[in-house]
């Protein structure tokens, strides 16, 4: 140990001064730490939140215009078939009418 000088009184009151304040300093320091990286991971958050939904728009916006272009490049004369193809009884609703017909004669 160091003798009880003037001297060496006032370095070892400085070191203890500055590890007290040290001490004490150090939970509120820590919890200020906590709080900035909690908003930050919160604001990150947030701006994923944000980039999903645009991404999500923009997929929605391109599928939609895809459908659309799909509808308007349907052949005329295909239509014009299927449908004739409805209204002359050869449709698909008939068939599986008769289907259903035929199995309730098997049933009874």
């Not at 820590?30 to 990150?44: I, W």
Request: without cysteine.
């Amino acid at each position: 140990m160091a003798d009880n000088t003037h001297l060496n009184s006032q370095i070892t009151d400085a070191v203890t001064q500055s590890n007290l304040q040290l001490l004490g300093s150090a939970p509120a320091e820590s919890m200020a730490m906590l709080y900035q990286m909690l908003a930050q991971s919160t604001g990150l958050s947030m701006q994923n939140t944000i980039a999903n939904q645009q991404h999500k728009n923009s997929l929605e916006s391109a599928v939609v215009t895809q459908a659309v272009n799909l509808l308007f490049s349907v052949d005329t004369a295909t239509a014009g078939r299927a449908t004739d193809q409805i209204f002359s009884g050869n449709s698909v609703a008939n068939q599986m009418d008769s289907l259903k017909a035929a199995l309730a004669t098997f049933k009874s």
